[in-house]
């Protein structure tokens, strides 16, 4: 999982998948300020009540703290508990504040279904009037938020920093998210629920060579050769 500190600002988990961690789906403490925008989350596990999103004041400092969540996916796998709080507190601080909108928790690995949610604010465990807010606090259009029905289908699609050249252990993941199958893997090999072992990646080498006019500027896009030149190749595994 990803575990943010008081420290921890302007923060962005936007389009990512976070998959089979029995906790910190993120943990965040107070004084961080984070948004997480049509993220996955998928088979949290372990018997923890804070095994998804943990935003507990646990050392009572009532500091500030700025959350946003929006529009994202809650999956269980098989280990998963569904009667688990997907932001869990206890404390809260009362300095903290969220904002709540569009997040979707499926009822089972195997389907879409989705739990009913009269309010957003469901999700949260232990939260008071101070806590909430109704509107962003720091995601704005920049963070290019889409529909949560959409959500599924693009971060299989498109998480991961080569999703044209995925590994094998990547591959199987995005299998697992797509069946509702696998589990939290205790090693890499030699015991009860290891991995797929160490990844083996091919050595690549490419000759790069840089445009002699790499500083000019192409005037319908507004960037430079050179820029346009590593955009195309990123393009290439992503």
Not at 23 to 49: C, H, M
Not at 74 to 94: C, G, Q, Y
Not at 215 to 223: R, S
Request: hydrophobic share 40%; aromatic share 6%.
């Amino acid at each position: 999982g990803a575990l943010l500190g008081g420290g921890a600002k302007r923060i962005s988990f936007i389009r990512n998948i976070f998959a089979h961690n029995a906790d910190s789906n993120p943990f965040i403490t107070t004084g961080a300020r984070v948004e997480l925008v049509n993220n996955l989350i998928y088979g949290w596990g372990g018997q923890s009540k804070a095994s998804i999103i943990n935003v507990t004041d646990s050392e009572q400092l009532n500091n500030d703290m700025e959350l946003d969540l929006i529009g994202n996916i809650f999956k269980p796998s098989p280990e998963s508990m569904l009667d688990l709080p997907i932001v869990f507190a206890r404390p809260m601080s009362r300095r903290a504040r969220l904002y709540l909108a569009d997040n979707v928790v499926f009822l089972s690995p195997t389907s879409r279904d989705q739990k009913f949610l009269e309010d957003q604010w469901q999700l949260v465990g232990v939260w008071g009037d101070e806590n909430r807010s109704i509107v962003p606090l720091l995601s704005t259009e920049l963070s290019g938020a889409i529909p949560s029905e959409q959500v599924l289908d693009l971060v299989l699609k498109s998480a991961g920093s080569r999703p044209a050249r995925r590994s094998r252990i990547d591959l199987e993941l995005i299998k697992e998210l797509t069946l509702g199958t696998g589990f939290i893997k205790d090693c890499v090999e030699n015991c009860s629920k290891p991995t797929l072992g160490w990844p083996t990646y091919e050595e690549n080498r490419q000759q790069f060579v840089i445009p002699s006019d790499s500083a000019q500027v192409d005037p319908q896009t507004g960037n430079t050769k050179l820029e346009i030149l590593l955009s195309d190749m990123a393009k290439m595994v992503e």
